[in-house]
């Protein structure tokens, strides 16, 4: 049998954060083994937010270099740049001809990112998940590894699959689900500012590329409260965020410890801070070292582009004569 196929990107917008590592990459590290894996740049994502040509080329290339370093090997999965598969886009044209308008500006993110930049509501926007349901099912994916955050916009792929299916009375797409590597729910990494998960335009990130000693300063600027003052009482959002980046970073009796003084009221948010910035340095320094020396090889680079982007041509040219034969669209030539 065939290996089930999995698909799943990020934006480049800036570098990646442990966000993106902890609710994403892993994932997909994890899986290349056992599955067919495209992993790509979304690149023309991106765009609803117009960088400039120089920092969206600059961050394309930062995020393929990350990619390599978290350990995505191209040998097993194809990784490639949206906008090298142009078959994306064509896809998307047609599958905007079947998302209504209503539908589209109920998405939560498409409410929010109006709301804060209300003088930027342009149509990119608006089909967004739209052209990510196109990257999903152009390779006829099982499954999408992604962050919390993504739930929705995963579930409007769905929704388009499944209404392609049916209007041309075709079973060609499969209905694409979340997955993580070892079976528990898309997580959310909490952000440094108290509330709120971690992101890029939060300005509440740690970077995979960052120094100690920018870690250092960010986590102890981490904010806190006065500390507990009954034992047992149930961590406000700040403190339990401290908690939640440990789980993911430390070792469980460094988590245990804390997690005790914090009961008995005797924390000392400082020392746990320290402890904290340690363990985030001792898990990104050695991705910090490779992402450097990646950046440094150019013709790596181009190689990981081109071949990851054969082997997505591939599926998704497939896919697409598949597409234009049920719509009619057939040439005279
Ligand atoms: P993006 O670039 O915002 O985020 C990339 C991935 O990182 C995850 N992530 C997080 N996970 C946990 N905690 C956080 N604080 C956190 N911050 C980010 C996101 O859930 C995501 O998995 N729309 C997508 C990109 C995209 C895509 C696709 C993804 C375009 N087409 C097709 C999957 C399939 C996005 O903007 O992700």
Not at 36 to 58: Q, V
Not at 103 to 108: A, F, H, N, P, V
């Amino acid at each position: 049998m065939s290996k089930q196929v999995v698909l799943s990107g990020i934006r480049p917008t800036g570098n990646l954060h442990l966000g993106n590592y902890f609710g994403a990459v892993r994932n997909f590290v994890a899986m290349q083994d056992n599955y067919r894996c495209y992993f790509f740049i979304a690149d023309i994502h991106s765009l609803t937010t117009h960088p400039t040509p120089e920092n969206l080329h600059g961050s394309v290339r930062q995020v393929l270099a990350e990619y390599l370093a978290c350990g995505i090997d191209p040998d097993k999965a194809a990784i490639y740049i949206q906008s090298d598969l142009t078959e994306t886009l064509e896809l998307y044209t047609y599958l905007n001809m079947n998302a209504y308008l209503g539908e589209l500006e109920r998405t939560t993110s498409f409410k929010d990112k109006a709301r804060k930049n209300p003088d930027n509501v342009n149509a990119g926007l608006l089909t967004y998940p739209v052209l990510m349901a196109a990257d999903i099912i152009i390779h006829r994916a099982n499954y999408v590894p992604v962050g919390k955050d993504q739930e929705q916009n995963l579930e409007m792929a769905v929704k388009f699959a499944a209404r392609f299916n049916r209007m041309y009375g075709a079973e060609l797409f499969p209905k694409p689900g979340p997955f993580t590597y070892d079976g528990k729910d898309p997580i959310k990494v909490p952000g440094l500012d108290g509330s709120g998960k971690m992101g890029k335009s939060e300005g509440n990130a740690i970077n995979l590329i960052d120094t100690p000693e920018d870690i250092r300063k960010k986590v102890m600027r981490a904010v806190t409260d006065s500390g507990p003052t009954t034992p047992n009482q149930q961590k406000p959002e700040p403190i339990q965020n401290l908690f939640t980046l440990m789980n993911i970073v430390s070792k469980s009796d460094v988590i245990a410890f804390f997690d005790d003084k914090y009961n008995n009221c005797r924390i000392r948010y400082g020392d746990m801070k320290k402890q904290l910035a340690e363990d985030i340095i001792a898990f990104t320094a050695p991705i910090r070292e490779r992402i450097v020396s990646i950046l440094a090889d150019e013709a790596f680079m181009a190689r990981v582009a081109r071949e990851g982007a054969e082997k997505a041509r591939e599926s998704a040219s497939a896919t697409m004569k598949e597409v234009r034969k049920l719509i009619g669209i057939r040439r005279f030539f």
